[in-house]
Nanobody, 115 residues
């Protein structure tokens, strides 16, 4: 059974940094695209960043130049380095990945940015 588990969420002051990680486990025969979504209070879930198997990345305009997504294919992990955090970044962050041709989601991890 395939699982995605996020870690690294928490409380941070505005202007600070936080690193989220997501590990995929189980019967992984093929791991394709991986990414991060987030959902803030009263908002729709939105794409934060995406990284392809070849390492090509895409970011939401709101996080460009502040967040960096990366992956380690050998470890089946994806990370999101968040810098210069703002209050508007407060949300539940979800890891997603295409594994064996199917889309999987993590349970989510809370990120709270205080000012």
């Amino acid at each position: 059974q395939v699982q995605l588990v996020e870690s690294g969420g928490g409380l941070v002051q505005a202007g600070g940094s936080l690193r989220l990680s997501c590990a995929a486990s189980g019967s992984i025969f093929r791991l394709s695209g991986m990414g991060w979504y987030r959902q803030g209070p009263g908002k729709q879930r939105e794409v934060v960043a995406f990284i392809s198997i070849g390492g090509s990345t895409n970011y939401a305009d709101s996080v460009k130049e502040r967040f960096t997504i990366s992956r380690d294919n050998a470890k089946n992990t994806v990370s999101l380095e968040m810098n210069s955090l703002k209050a508007e970044d407060t949300a539940v962050y979800y890891c997603t990945a295409v594994i064996n041709g199917r889309t999987y989601w993590g349970q989510g991890t809370q990120v709270t940015v205080s000012s």
